[in-house]
């Protein structure tokens, strides 16, 4: 069975309780987990989701779980921007990668336009909100099953 890697960033935990719901919605991260669990399951996959504030636990995690996975959906949160070892990490791992966002960062500040971890990316969705995560993982299935 296919399996796919789920991985949040910094304040993602803090989703549908006081991380802004008029940018990032209402619903939780574990909300979001439990509907990416339903899509998975539907779609014959499985999922592994894990969230960390700390950008050495993320990297742990791919390191960790690239052998034994499909592919990557990452929402990097505010690593997004600069964080050059999550990218080496995604880049390393030579997965089918695909980079969420729930608000459309190009819509917001200026800061937010730019993404180091896309480059090595196979895509990115940004704006949709939590179907965002659904969207990438139906493309990777998709990309991984048709390979």
């Known amino acids: 069975m296919l399996k796919f890697l789920i ?18 919605g209402t619903m939780t991260l574990a909300q ?14 499985s999922v592994e989701c894990f969230q960390s504030n700390h950008e ?39 997965l089918p990668t ?3 966002h729930l608000s459309n960062v190009y819509a917001r ?11 090595v990316c196979r895509g990115q969705i940004a704006g949709l909100g939590w179907q965002g995560y659904i969207l990438a993982l139906e493309a990777l299935t998709t990309l991984a099953q048709n390979k």
Not at 61 to 78: E, K, L, M, T, W
Not at 109 to 119: K, L, Q
């Open 7 to 24: 991985l949040s960033g910094p304040n993602l935990n803090m989703l549908g309780t006081t991380r802004e719901a008029a940018i990032y």
């Open 32 to 45: 979001i987990h439990d509907a990416i669990r339903q899509r998975a399951a539907a779609l014959g996959v």
């Open 56 to 94: 050495g636990a993320l990297i742990d995690h791919i390191q960790q779980q690239r052998d034994s996975v499909a592919g990557i959906v990452i929402n990097p949160g505010a690593f997004t921007h600069y964080s050059y070892a999550i990218r080496d990490a995604v880049a390393d791992a030579k």
């Open 98 to 100: 695909i980079e969420v």
């Open 109 to 119: 500040e200026e800061f937010r336009h730019h993404s180091v971890i896309a480059p």
